[in-house]
């Protein structure tokens, strides 16, 4: 079925980097573009980035820019989101989100990965 | 940035009985290919989000019919018919239009 499996819990200090990675199966990698969205404790959701795996076009939050590289490995079908000089504000639950290009959404969703700065 | 607000921040419900949230954004969401890329999320508590509908009242694959969407332009609404226990969590649009995508800021449905 169509899937994405995201990477463990990590604990980072801060002013470090944190890698997260989205391993998808089930479809065709490069004709759906990956997001990546955070969401802090008790918070709402907060949109980072988003990345095509056909080309690697990127477009990122201005509130992240020079801190956030996403990136995709088309040979696994995995993307990955790089959060560098980490701050006690990035606690958070970071997800992947396959977006369909004809609609636009957010059809399919990583189970989320816990980032704790601390 | 196009700015997503919910109404209303909370929506205490009673089972079986309907329940109606809005969103308004900043500015209208009609793409220049002519669609409108404004979608429902529904998170329970505990999981990722789960896409309820798109392109503002098409509903996703495996979601009740309950669930309807409607709107246009700026304001946009997600109507449960029928309120179940399941359907409890938090509710945001999202606007995927043009970059950066924003989220509004959720409503929380409770029993």
């Known amino acids: 079925q169509v899937q994405l499996v995201q990477s463990e819990t990590e604990v980072k200090k801060p002013g470090a980097s944190v890698k997260v990675s989205c391993k998808a199966s089930?479809?065709?990698?490069?004709?759906?573009?990956i997001n990546w969205v955070r969401q802090a404790p008790g918070q709402g959701l907060e949109w980072m980035g988003w990345?095509?795996?056909?080309?690697?076009?990127?477009h990122y939050a201005q509130s992240l820019q020079g801190r956030v590289t996403m990136t995709t490995d088309t040979s696994t079908s995995t993307a990955y989101m790089e959060l560098r000089s980490l701050r006690f504000d990035d606690t958070a639950v970071y997800y992947c989100?396959?977006?369909?290009?004809?609609?636009?959404?957010?059809?399919?969703w990583g189970q989320g990965t816990l980032v704790t700065v601390s | 940035d196009i700015v997503m607000t919910q109404t209303p921040l909370s929506s205490p419900v009673t089972l079986g009985q309907p329940a109606s949230i809005s969103c308004r954004s900043s500015?209208?969401?009609?793409?220049?290919?002519?669609?409108?890329?404004l979608s429902w999320l529904q998170q329970r508590p505990g999981q990722p989000p789960r896409l309820l509908i798109y392109?503002?009242?098409n509903r996703f694959s495996g979601v009740p019919d309950r669930f309807s969407g409607s709107g246009g332009g700026t304001d946009f609404t997600l109507k449960i018919s029928r309120v179940e226990a399941e359907d409890v969590g938090i509710y945001y649009c999202?606007?995927?239009?043009?970059?950066?995508?924003?989220f509004g800021g959720g409503t929380k449905v409770e029993i």
């Open positions: 989100a396959r977006e369909a290009q004809q609609s636009q959404a957010f059809d399919i």
């Open positions: 089930g479809y065709t990698f490069t004709t759906f573009g």
């Open positions: 990345i095509s795996p056909y080309n690697a076009n990127t």
């Open positions: 500015q209208s969401l009609v793409h220049s290919d002519g669609n409108t890329y």
């Open positions: 392109k503002i009242s």
């Open positions: 999202m606007q995927a239009t043009q970059f950066p995508h924003t």
